[in-house]
């Protein structure tokens, strides 16, 4: 029932910054953790950022990047600072159940994705 629908994917430059924004739909997000993923041409999909009560980051993205919720709009954000060429991915959106695991969920429910494309 929860429907996610990501946005703020674009072009930019090496060095530049975007806002992802994940707005939900069907249900709050308040119990949920949410979570940011990422899929580069060819590679497998991996862990970005995650949010409940704490914030949890994968290392690559550590002092870049920054997730942040507005439970009141129902929706996530990733700030994304410092971009490089190497974090062109197309980024999904993700919800789910926390675990003391690594990544902090278990995902029940993904957005469709927005591409971002850093540009050197």
């Known amino acids: 029932q929860v429907q996610l629908v990501e946005s703020g994917g674009r072009l930019v430059q090496a060095g530049g910054s975007l806002r992802l924004s994940c707005a939900g739909s069907?249900?709050?997000?308040?119990?949920?953790?949410m979570a940011w993923f990422r899929q580069a041409p060819g590679k497998e999909r991996e862990f970005v950022a995650a949010i409940l009560l704490n914030t949890y980051y994968a290392d690559f993205v550590k002092g870049r990047f920054t997730i942040s919720r507005d439970n009141a709009k129902n929706t996530v954000y990733l700030q994304m600072n410092s971009l490089k060429p190497e974090d062109t991915a197309v980024y999904y959106c993700a919800a789910g159940g926390y675990r003391a695991t690594w990544p902090p969920l278990a995902v029940d429910y993904w957005g469709k994705g927005t591409l971002v494309t850093v540009s050197s």
């Open positions: 069907g249900r709050t997000f308040s119990s949920y953790t």
